[in-house]
Nanobody, 124 residues
Framework: QVELVESGGELVQAGGSLRLSCAASGRTFSSGAMGWFRQAPGKEREFVAAIRWSDRSTYYADSVKGRFTVSRDNAKNTVYLQMNSLKPEDTAVYYC?????????????????WGQGTQVTVSS
């Protein structure tokens, strides 16, 4: 059984930065990918970023390109989401997810495991 635990979400002012972490346990990841998604109240869950375990290829939603960076530490089985220049519209619950696939990473249906989410609130 895979367990994903996110941390790092908090209240921050617009223009500020946060780093989210997602610690994975239950198996060693050497293939597939990890993704970050977010969901704001009354909205659909949307893709934020993803990273492949094998070659560190990264993918981003247009809304976060140039502001967010996804990275991973294979030794720690942990994925990070560095968020800079935060905007009020970034306010959401952020979820990490794991998949054994390396394609279609922007689609939440491709992911097999999900964390419980961490709240990010950006005040104006």
């Amino acid at each position: 059984q895979v367990e994903l635990v996110e941390s790092g979400g908090e209240l921050v002012q617009a223009g500020g930065s946060l780093r989210l972490s997602c610690a994975a346990s239950g198996r060693t990841f050497s293939s597939g990918a990890m993704g970050w998604f977010r969901q704001a109240p009354g909205k659909e869950r949307e893709f934020v970023a993803a990273i492949r375990w094998s070659d560190r290829s990264t993918y981003y939603a247009d809304s976060v390109k140039g502001r967010f960076t996804v990275s991973r530490d294979n030794a720690k089985n942990t994925v990070y989401l560095q968020m800079n220049s935060l905007k009020p519209e970034d306010t959401a619950v952020y979820y990490c997810a794991a998949t054994g696939r390396v394609y279609g990473l922007g689609n939440y249906g491709q992911y097999d495991y999900w964390g419980q989410g961490t709240q990010v609130t950006v005040s104006s």
